[in-house]
């Protein structure tokens, strides 16, 4: 869900959210993490169905499987972990969080990149498409992992 450069920072604050102790060490404890098995459709399906149900079982755990699933480049752009929950409740992403209907459209894929728009119903009715961008070709220990280099906001 990039959409900011920013400045990375380690992930090594603790933070509290709504009572609940969620670290922003990586990967999140306690939410679904990346798999070499997973293809880019199965990592946009994970990251839908925690975000559509987010406070459960815990509070924020949907938002948490989402920063999971972002590639190393995007939570460099968007965390630490407290800065991308207040991404992804903010006002273009709002939808995501809690939403009540998606509709995928066809996964485009390319070699070590794919992308599909998603269109999202939010839980206030309001409907946003996305532009999901993912990739598996990267160096380091999450090389052939497909993971979320970018979330667009396509319309709103």
């Known amino acids: 869900m990039s959409c900011t450069p920013a400045v990375g920072t380690a992930y090594t604050a603790a933070s509290t959210t709504g009572g609940t102790r969620m670290s922003d060490e990586y990967p999140i404890d306690d939410a679904p993490t990346p798999a070499p098995g997973y ?31 972002a590639s190393p480049a995007n939570r460099r752009s968007t965390g630490p972990f407290d800065r991308f929950v207040k991404m992804v409740t903010g006002p273009q992403y709002a939808p995501m969080v809690d939403h009540v209907a998606a509709t995928t459209g066809p996964l485009e894929q390319n070699g070590h990149t794919a992308e599909q728009r998603v269109t999202l119903t939010g839980a206030d009715g309001r409907v946003a498409t996305y532009r999901f961008g993912l990739s598996d070709d990267r160096s380091g220990s999450l090389d052939g992992y497909w993971l979320t280099d970018r979330v667009l906001v396509v319309e709103s």
């Open 39 to 69: 293809d880019p459709s199965e990592v946009i399906e994970i990251q839908l169905e925690g975000l559509a149900n987010n406070d459960e079982p815990v509070d924020n755990a949907g938002i948490a499987t989402a920063y999971n699933f």
